[in-house]
Each structure stands twice: as C-alpha cells, then as structure tokens.
C-alpha cells in the first residue's frame, strides 16, 4: 500500500485481481480499480508528480498518473 501526500487517498495492489485501487481514506471507499500487469506486487506514491509508481511480480514497472477526486 501507498497513500498520498495529503493522507486523503489509499493505492493498493491486489495482487490475485491484477488491479490497482485508489481508495479515500475519509470513508475507505473504492473510487477506482485500474487493470496492471501480472501479478502487482509492490507500490508507491511519488509526492513530486501525483504519479503511482506499481511493480509487478513479472519484471515490469508501471507508472499510473493520480486522477484527482470530484
């Protein structure tokens, strides 16, 4: 798991699902669930960008840009 710099949003791998999930700390409601590579293992949120940096157990690095909430 990562959360954003603000503490308002939670990103977390589902490694079984092959997904990413942002979800809101306020209530921890899913917002989103974005398809990844094989197999998410590891994640972090870069504070400079907005971007979610997701690694996955198949060698590849995936960089999701944060959609900002409504």
């Not at 959360?3 to 092959?18: A, F, K, M, P, Q």
């Amino acid at each position: 798991m990562a959360i954003s710099t603000d503490g308002e949003s939670l990103y977390v791998v589902n490694y079984n699902s092959d997904t990413v999930s942002k979800v809101l700390t306020a209530d921890m409601t899913e917002v989103q669930e974005l398809r990844a590579n094989d197999k998410p293992i590891g994640i972090t949120y870069d504070p400079e960008t907005g971007n979610v940096w997701v690694s996955t157990y198949s060698g590849s690095l995936m960089i999701f840009a944060d959609s900002p909430q409504e």
